[in-house]
């Protein structure tokens, strides 16, 4: 199984947390089978943004959550 990314951002409440403000406004920037793919797309989301303090842009493993025997290689 490839190790799957999602790159995916939004208004948060507080730039300190991931507490998303509207679920229904989730940007879904893609999902990506490597990590250096994701982390372009996600470098490229979040300098659209980059004046937005209160918009944040986060990778995440889904392969982690798929299957969580892979977390722990």
Not at 33 to 57: F, G, I, K, P, S
């Amino acid at each position: 199984m490839p190790k799957l990314h999602l790159v995916m951002g939004g208004r948060v409440k507080d730039p300190q947390t991931l507490d998303f403000v509207d679920l229904n406004a989730i940007d879904l920037v893609g999902v990506y089978d490597n990590y250096a793919a994701a982390e372009e797309a996600w470098r490229a989301a979040a300098q659209r943004t980059v004046d937005d303090a209160e918009m944040r842009y986060v990778v995440v493993h889904l392969h982690k959550l798929l299957d969580p025997a892979q977390a722990e290689a």
